[in-house]
């Protein structure tokens, strides 16, 4: 069977920095026990318990599109997401 994975979606205003660092305190190891894998100003991604979650940013004008992948994290992303 292969697995399904999930790209979701959202607009923001907030600096990619701040997107970054708050991925990191709700999917890394304080929360949600992912291991970081890989980051740069632009993306970060996760693995652990056998998934990954990879976070990506893309900056138009004074919006930012957080496209967020997973295979196997969908509810824990869909949450980070929700995040004000």
């Known amino acids: 069977m292969k697995p399904i994975y999930r790209v979701l979606s959202l607009q923001t205003r907030l600096k990619p920095e701040v997107i970054i660092f708050k991925a990191d305190q709700f999917l890394g190891k304080r929360s949600e026990q992912l291991e970081e894998k890989e980051r740069n100003p632009g ?8 998934g990954y979650v990879f976070i990506s940013i893309v900056a138009a004008g004074r ?7 997973t295979g196997e994290f969908g509810y824990q ?3 980070f997401l929700e995040m004000p």
């Open 43 to 50: 993306w970060i991604s996760f693995e652990g318990s056998g």
């Open 63 to 69: 919006t930012r599109t957080v496209d967020a992948e």
């Open 77 to 79: 992303v869909r949450r």
